[in-house]
């Protein structure tokens, strides 16, 4: 017989593949020679990474004493909110506050902070208030303008360059 199984166990007729062809001897193999070199690997980076790690801590200079205290510090404006809703409606608390309050401006002056409402009504009743006279430009000068020197007869100087 040119073709004998070394274990003769009773076969089951329904197996229909060659159980002889198949070296699964090899396939072990492959698994412990990638476990091993994927074990010399992971040494070898671990070696490295802490040689490279030693020097970077030689190398580096320790940071100045007031940067390591940082309980009392805080980030440069502006900083991020760590409330923002409760923020904003405070923020609007206080604009809404600020626009329905009655308040002194100028007490000397007598200058009032009334409610915007308030304010409108009273523009109604009683028109804006008169403008300021003008001042030596004349009231058809920009606003800003300095008056012109006078002239020997009273009336306005030429400026320098008109030639009049």
């Known amino acids: 017989m040119a073709h004998t199984e070394k274990d003769a166990a009773p076969r089951d007729p329904a197996i229909k593949h060659e159980t002889t062809d198949a070296d699964l001897g090899g396939v072990e193999r492959l698994v412990v020679v990638t476990g091993v070199f994927l074990a010399l690997v992971f040494a070898l980076i671990w070696?490295?990474?802490?040689?490279?790690?030693?020097?970077?801590?030689?190398?580096?200079?320790?940071?100045?004493?007031?940067?390591?205290?940082?309980?009392?510090?805080?980030?440069?404006?502006?900083?991020?909110?760590?409330?923002?809703?409760?923020?904003?409606?405070?923020?609007?608390?206080?604009?809404?506050?600020?626009?329905?309050?009655?308040?002194?401006?100028?007490?000397?002056a007598g200058i009032v902070q009334v409610p915007v409402a308030r304010a409108i009504d009273l523009i109604v009743e009683h028109g804006l208030p008169k403008r300021p006279a003008a001042t030596a430009a004349g009231p058809g000068a920009p606003v800003g303008a300095a008056a012109a020197p006078a002239g020997p007869t009273g009336t306005p100087a030429a400026a320098p360059g008109t030639g009049h």
């Open 47 to 108: 070696v490295v990474y802490g040689q490279l790690l030693n020097r970077e801590v030689r190398n580096d200079t320790p940071p100045p004493p007031i940067a390591q205290r940082q309980g009392d510090r805080l980030p440069p404006l502006p900083r991020l909110q760590q409330t923002p809703g409760p923020d904003l409606a405070q923020f609007r608390a206080a604009e809404e506050a600020a626009l329905n309050a009655y308040a002194w401006v100028d007490k000397q």
